[in-house]
């Protein structure tokens, strides 16, 4: 029953990822296609419904093989290859990205060399201030104390030993911690391409609600860990409860998100300006050269922590920041220290030290 819920989950959010790509060229900026800066007009012209169409075949063809060797990896190696499934698909997108961003580059034009800047900061970005945004930490370090003042009690107070239960706690809390800071840098660390005006506006919009999705995905977290540690033998059951809501939690970021379009492009504006068909595109005011492989971003010359993504829906880290090299590190504790904790108690049983 576990490993079907966890199959459906995981194939779900696969098609959900497959579904996004498809309608990505049309969510992002107009003058952003594939992650190449080019003429606004440039998307609905021969040439760029051509790349369309031959990525969304292209799209359909690798998603195919994606599933393919899905279905053979769980034949060979079992249930637990089923973890893979999201990946392989963002792999098969990825390179069919790819390959429709290669076309595009014959026709990329350099961007507008006009920058705006925001000469305020927005402390009412986070829904609720700080005070909403401590909760997870607040409700997790209870939970810990729970467990630590019961411990005396009842030494097994659910399945996770001691060991396993510190390890659980610290790789949540570094979660947590790398969501905290995307949060703050939301409000202060983002290089706005439209600093005022209707864009402005809008832009501000989609980044107050890419918070508030930031910090429900908080608390669903540090709900999720609350509950696995606090209810005894239910690890069956927390799984069947929990996993659907994660797949629809993933469809109600999606279909909000891609209303708004990347940065609030499709929300209708209160004004509508007309940009003087001499001017350079816009884009993210940023030249191509910044963006590797369309996807990673490394400008030391930025000072910003974060970056409209071209190709996709939220926010993308510059590279060539420390601060975002340690939001990554908190991110993958998650996954990393119980696989360093597991390999730090097995490998004295063969003879390592």
Known sequence: MVHLVIAFTIGGIAILSALLFWFMPRLTRRDLYFAVTVAPAFRDEPEGRAILSRYRAELIFFSALALVAFVAGIAWLGVGFVSTGTFLQLVASFIAFYRARQRVLPYAVPPT?????????????????????????????????????????????????????????????????????????????????????????????????????????????????????????????????????????????????????????????????????????????????????????????DSAVLIEKRFGLGYSLNFARPTAWIILLLLLMGPLIPILAHFSRFLPKLGVH
């Not at 209303?259 to 884009?283: D, E, F, K, N, Y």
Request: charge should be positive; hydrophobic fraction near 45%.
């Open 113 to 301: 060399t006009i920058r705006e800047a925001e000469l305020h900061d927005h402390n009412r970005i986070i829904p609720g201030g700080w005070m909403t945004a401590s909760g997870p930490f607040i409700l997790l370090a209870a939970c810990a104390g729970y467990l630590w003042i019961r411990g005396g009690e009842n030494p097994t107070p659910t399945d996770l030993d001691g060991h396993r239960l510190s390890v659980y706690l610290v790789s949540t809390a570094g979660i947590l911690a790398s969501l905290t800071l995307i949060l703050y840098g939301l409000a202060h660390w983002v290089r706005p391409v439209h600093a005022g005006g209707d864009e402005g506006a809008r832009e501000l919009k989609f980044r107050k609600i890419v918070s508030a999705l930031l910090l429900v995905n908080e608390y669903f977290i540090t709900l999720q860990a609350s509950w696995i540690m606090l209810v005894p033998r239910r690890g069956d059951l927390t799984i069947v409860a929990l996993l659907p809501l994660v797949l629809v939690f993933v469809l109600v970021v999606i279909v909000m998100l891609a209303r708004l379009g990347q940065g609030g492009s499709r929300m209708p504006a209160t004004v509508q300006t007309r940009i003087p068909s001499s001017s350079a595109p816009v884009g993210d005011r940023i030249p191509d050269r910044y963006w590797k492989l369309g996807v990673f971003y490394f400008n030391r010359d």
